[in-house]
């Protein structure tokens, strides 16, 4: 069946490193891939997404290309502030089916 | 306005209670969703309501009940609260026909059995 891996956390990073958060997936067909955040106490918001292999998706600087040939869609930010603490969801949604798969989430912090 | 809404916010209450917590949204979207997310912030889908039909029912205590009046609104009974039922559950909608559109989630009710 269809699943997603990603990368465990908790992560710790300083402000202005760089965010590398791995997903990886499986699936029959063509999936659409998203990148969800969930802020302390909140429900989780769309981040960016990809419909098709080689699309890029991007927003509020941090980035995710879909590649078809590893089937991976890891997330990339240049510079992590602050205010990106949060954990960080990858997701499918089947082509087949109407289901989302989500990953287990990775926790991200930054410190000043 | 609010997409996709979702009554309380916390609910504190005791074991052995039936509680329910309610969920609309105004998206026109056909289909709705119940996640629990654990202490560990892991996501489980429990159960799928396309068109007010139940098409995903996951392995879930049969205490843990969906209705869904009307395709905008799909509730969660529980009966007989346990401590393990303690969690933030949320509901989300997405659009049938639409494969490459998002899930749009609530903010989330904080279950606490005491």
């Known amino acids: 069946g269809d699943s997603v891996t990603q990368m465990e956390g908790p992560v710790t990073l300083s402000e202005e490193a760089c965010l590398t958060i791995?997903?990886?997936?499986?699936?029959?067909?063509?999936?659409?891939l998203f990148w969800y955040v969930q802020y302390p106490g909140e429900g989780l918001q769309l981040l960016l997404k990809a419909t098709k292999a080689d699309d890029k998706g991007s927003n509020k600087g941090f980035e995710a290309t879909y590649r078809k040939e590893t089937t991976s869609f890891h997330l990339e930010k240049g510079s992590v502030q602050v205010s990106d603490s949060a954990v960080y969801f990858c997701?499918?949604?089947?082509?087949?089916?109407?289901?989302?798969?989500f990953g287990t989430g990775t926790s991200l912090t930054v410190i000043p | 306005d609010t997409a996709v809404s979702q009554t309380p916010k916390y609910l504190v209450t005791q074991m052995g209670n039936d509680k329910s917590i309610k969920c609309e949204q105004n998206l026109g979207h056909d289909t709705m969703y119940w996640y629990k997310q654990d202490s560990k912030k892991f996501l489980k889908i429990m159960f799928s309501?396309?068109?007010?039909?139940?098409?995903i029912n996951e392995t879930v205590p049969n205490r843990f009940s969906p209705k869904s009046p009307d395709k905008a609104h799909l509730n969660l009974h529980i009966n007989s609260l346990e401590l393990g039922d303690s969690a933030v559950y949320f509901c989300?909608?997405?659009?049938?026909?639409?494969?490459?559109?998002?899930?749009?989630f609530g903010q989330g009710t904080r279950l606490t059995v005491v």
């Open positions: 309501y396309n068109n007010k039909e139940l098409i």
């Open positions: 989300a909608s997405s659009q049938d026909r639409l494969r490459d559109t998002e899930a749009f």
């Open positions: 791995n997903c990886t997936y499986t699936a029959t067909g063509y999936p659409s």
């Open positions: 997701a499918l949604r089947s082509f087949t089916g109407n289901q989302f798969y």
